[in-house]
């Protein structure tokens, strides 16, 4: 093969953009070793001392509340999305499909802020749904939707819907609907078709999108911070409290690299269901 | 008669349970446009009257007015730059073949998969230790490197859409190396890079888990601002500027649909 | 006379592997000024490959390319000076016609009122004045193939390289180009290099055609002689449609040559003087579907053999009937018209004359 011109000018700023991510990461693996001194943002000699801090009871109950969080979040995604994935795809008017696809994508580009304010606005004692309840009789007192693990799910899910309507509309527009006609043709009725054919041919996107929503939702933060306020606590609040409230950058460091060991791990996990080829098609 | 009956009952459980998903996934934009224009303080359904004062305070406000150029500052640096690298490197993973391609590849697709805390926590780390603290620099890079992914990934689909025998054309018709990228494949490029431009400023001007860790007051973007004031205050200000964010989201998806194809910009098309 | 110019293209002992595939394997091959060659060849046979050579796009693993008298093995494509025409056309999208046509030419740095000039001549050549403005994704098939064909012929090209360029089109179409093509060569005098598949288009377009098969020739011959003296049972059976009879012995009787088949089938030939075949020698004997009538019974044919019909081909302007001929296998027959269907139904026997003059025979 001829050499290439030019390689120097594609590489090099690839190249400064990857070291710059592996440096900043290094920085936190190179912290989470380091001696806390309380009130000072210097940190002292080498250490282990952070990690075994994570075994303590209280910061225990927060992973697994995440994982909890994290799992409810992805499972319900799928089920909502896997209809709205499925009418965007096959929709028969392309108003339709558009339609659907503006309303199901445009969240995800609003920005958490504002959708986790919209959900206080919408969960709050004297938001929309109790107000609604209210003059509708339904309800005396206010329903306490804010500050609770469901609140918080309720609007996970809502965000990580668009991802995974994206992952599955991938899936099913790749499915070859004479398959479909084939399985029909057989004499499989509409929910034979789809229980013996679409969904086996879409399950890698279902596995995928699910284990992303998993991984996203392990390091969602405004969510929990603004929605669950202090009495729902994740990983991604309790960096927050470390770094940012307390300065104790080593114990952050460890949790931080925690929130990535599991995401990382979760998505590793995908590989004896999907390929790597997929995997890599799923979270781009 | 009966299978018609099935049939018609069972598409319209279908459409009545999509409708309502939908309903779910839009009300929360609905509730904040509705907010923004109501004339209390408190939250009420329906609204009483109609008016923009949450939108004259939201303007007023010195803190949104720095956060909106700060955001505006970071936006246009980090989505130029995601743009530059995302497409040379997008390219470079199309044509190219040396060692460590895939470590680089790994490397770079990574910030779909770090937590945004812990790829802000770094980078506010590496700033202190660089001694640039929290200045647009250290923003910019954070900003660049969460992008980048959705930069290269766009250009990257636009790439292998590229009917190789047209830059041979060129190279056939004469074109040195430099001449065929110059008016055959940037040119061709155009659109899938306008879309991952247009991703890239998105996601940029939006962040905020990120750039909660590496802002500081002087450089906080626009959601950091916002955070801080959803913290202290409870009137709809907040609900302004959102509704300000959603109809600009929406104006500006419904334009890449028209112009772009959403579906191709987010590689959901079979081809 | 004029004194023998320099040949167009020289390939010698020309190879490409790719990985383990030895797509073209030390062929040489002179193309002379002016005329057009064509290659012909089952798929995957290297023509392809062998074109990419000659445009720079493949650097072949051994031997030399010489284009106009000037070694081109290490010059990259853009200096080569060849005009190719892609079987995708590979117009530019985001340039209209004018500017698809104009490329190589402002390339090659030519002023603008040049460029005009020598666009218009192109596409008036092809055919498709006053289509200079219109967007190339608004044109028809054959109008995108005449655009890709006057972007590379505009520039001048020591060689026109052609890859399969009318296989996208629709028969109709691709026949009123075929015509198109060679009057298009007959005026420019374009030194070129058309690649098919299609043996008739080959035939009927060509100067010369080379015949290639796993990245070898096999033979390369003016269309007549090809069809009529193939140099080896590959040649024979690719080109046109041919009966290859089973193996036969030959001897010479007089100005005869007889041959024997299966141990008692008989035919005879007029002997050849090009003929070199020893007696007693095993021979394979090749007849067109042309050369076989159905026998009627005043003909006083010397080569008659029996057998029975099992199906007729009706074609239009002729009809291919297939015969069981026994000892000589299944044979096909061509005749014009239709009446053979009538004059020998199927199941029925019948006998036919099989002309040994036209045959090819090939040693064995
Ligand atoms: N880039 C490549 N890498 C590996 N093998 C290749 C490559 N290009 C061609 N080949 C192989 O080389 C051989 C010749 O290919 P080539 O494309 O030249 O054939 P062709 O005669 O043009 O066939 P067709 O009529 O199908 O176009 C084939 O076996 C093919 O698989
Ligand atoms: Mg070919």
Redesign the pocket.
């Known amino acids: 093969m001829r050499p290439r011109p030019f390689f120097l000018w594609f590489f090099l700023p690839s190249l400064a953009a990857a070291v710059l991510l592996v440096a900043a990461l290094g920085e936190i693996a190179q912290y989470a070793f380091r001696v806390f001194t309380p009130g000072s943002l210097e940190v002292g000699g080498f250490t282990l001392d952070n990690f075994a801090r994570l075994a303590r009871p209280i910061y225990l109950s927060v992973l697994g509340d995440t994982l909890l969080i994290s799992l409810a979040t992805s499972l319900f995604t799928l089920l909502l999305s896997y209809p709205v994935a499925y009418a965007m795809v096959r929709a028969k008017s392309d108003f339709l499909r558009s339609l659907i696809m503006l309303l199901a994508v445009t969240p995800l580009f609003t920005g958490e802020i504002v959708r986790t304010y919209a959900w206080i606005l919408v969960l709050g004692s004297n938001g929309f749904v109790n107000t609604v309840l209210k003059s509708a009789g339904l309800i005396g007192a206010p329903l306490g939707l804010l500050y609770t693990r469901f609140g918080v799910i309720v609007a996970l899910v809502q965000f990580s819907m668009p991802v995974m309507i994206i992952i599955l509309a991938t899936a099913l527009a790749h499915v070859d609907r004479n398959c479909e006609r084939a399985a029909a043709n057989l004499g499989a009725g509409p929910a034979q078709v789809f229980r013996h054919v679409t969904l086996p041919l879409t399950l890698p996107g279902v596995v995928s999108g699910t284990v992303v929503i998993f991984a996203w939702t392990m390091s969602a933060f405004s969510t929990p911070q603004l929605i669950g306020g202090g009495k729902v606590l994740m990983i991604s609040n309790l960096v927050y409290l470390q770094g940012l409230s307390s300065f104790n950058f080593p114990f952050a460091a460890v949790l931080s690299l925690l929130a990535l060991a599991v995401a990382m791990g979760s998505l590793g996990s995908m590989h004896p269901f999907v390929s790597r080829l997929e995997l890599k098609a799923a979270i781009n | 008669m009966s299978a018609r009956l099935a049939r018609g009952l069972r598409a319209s459980l279908f459409w009545g349970a999509v409708a309502l998903i939908l309903v779910y996934m839009t009300i929360p934009a609905f509730v904040v446009l509705m907010t923004s224009v109501s004339p209390s303080e408190l939250l009420e359904f329906p609204p009483s009257g109609f008016s923009f004062r949450w939108y004259e305070r939201a303007f007023s406000y010195p803190d949104f007015q720095n956060a909106f150029v700060n955001g505006l500052i970071v936006t246009a640096f980090a989505s130029s730059l995601s743009l530059l690298i995302g497409s040379a490197f997008a390219y470079l993973v199309d044509r190219y073949v040396f060692a460590g391609r895939a470590a680089l590849e790994a490397v770079l697709a990574s910030p779909l998969i770090i937590p945004h805390f812990t790829t802000g926590f770094g980078f506010l780390l590496l700033g202190a230790d660089l001694g640039l603290g929290q200045s647009y620099a250290v923003v910019i890079a954070t900003h660049v490197v969460l992008t980048l992914p959705f930069v290269s990934r766009t250009v990257y689909v636009s790439l292998r859409n590229l009917d190789p025998a047209l830059e041979r054309a060129a190279t056939n018709l004469g074109a040195s190396p430099f001449e065929v990228l110059k008016r055959v494949t940037l040119p061709l490029l155009r659109p899938g890079m306008v879309g991952g431009w247009l991703l890239a400023a998105i996601l940029s001007l939006t962040e905020f888990t990120a750039s909660l860790y590496v802002t500081a007051q002087r450089t906080q973007t626009l959601p950091v601002a916002m955070y801080t004031y959803v913290r202290e205050y409870t009137d709809p200000t907040i609900a302004a500027i959102s509704a300000l964010l959603i109809i600009f989201t929406t104006a500006l998806m419904l334009l890449a649909n028209r112009c772009l194809g959403l579906r191709r910009i987010l590689a959901i098309d079979v081809h | 006379m004029k004194a023998q110019a320099l040949p167009a293209v020289e390939l010698t002992r020309v190879s490409k592997n790719?990985?383990a595939?030895q797509?073209?394997r030390e062929l040489s091959l002179t193309i002379q000024k002016g005329e057009l060659l064509t290659l012909l060849?089952?798929?995957?046979?290297?023509?392809?490959?062998?074109l990419?050579m000659i445009a720079g796009f493949d650097v072949p693993s051994g031997g030399s390319i010489v284009i106009d008298g000037r070694d081109v093995t290490a010059v990259p494509p853009y200096r080569r000076e060849t005009g190719m025409v892609f079987q995708s056309y590979a117009l530019f999208p985001h340039m209209n016609v004018f500017e698809n046509v104009a490329f190589g030419l402002r390339m090659r740095k030519m002023a603008k009122l040049g460029i005009e000039r020598a666009v218009g001549r192109a596409l008036e050549m092809v055919k498709l004045e006053g289509f200079a403005s219109r967007r190339v994704g608004q044109l028809s098939g054959g109008q995108q193939q005449r655009v890709a064909l006057a972007r590379a012929i505009v520039i001048g090209p020591k060689v026109l390289l052609l890859?399969?360029p009318l296989s996208a089109l629709d028969k109709n179409l691709r026949r009123a180009m075929q015509l198109e093509l060679r009057e298009l060569h007959e005026r420019t005098g374009l030194t070129t290099v058309f690649?098919t598949?299609d043996q008739e288009e080959a035939l009927g377009l060509s100067d010369r055609i080379v015949v290639?098969s796993r990245?070898e020739i096999q033979q390369v011959a003016a269309p007549l002689e090809l069809y009529r003296s193939p140099a080896n049972g590959f040649v024979a059976s690719f080109i046109g449609e041919i009966n290859r009879l089973p193996p036969a012995r030959c001897r010479i009787e007089g100005d005869e040559a007889v041959f024997e088949i299966a141990g008692h089938v008989v035919l005879r030939a007029r002997r050849r003087e090009k003929l070199t075949i020893a007696e007693g020698q095993e021979t394979h004997l090749f007849v067109r579907p042309e050369h076989l009538t159905i026998a009627t019974s005043k003909s006083s044919a010397q080569n008659k053999v029996s057998c029975r019909v099992t199906t007729h081909l009706y074609q239009g302007a002729y009809t291919l009937t297939r015969v069981d001929a026994g000892p000589l296998g299944n044979l096909q027959l061509r005749a014009l018209g239709g009446e053979a269907i009538a004059a020998a139904p199927i199941g029925s026997q019948i006998e036919i004359d099989i002309d040994l003059d036209e045959a090819v025979i090939l040693a064995g």
């Open positions: 790719f990985d595939v797509a073209v060849g089952p798929s995957g046979c290297g023509k392809t490959t062998l990419n890859d399969e690649v598949h290639m990245g």
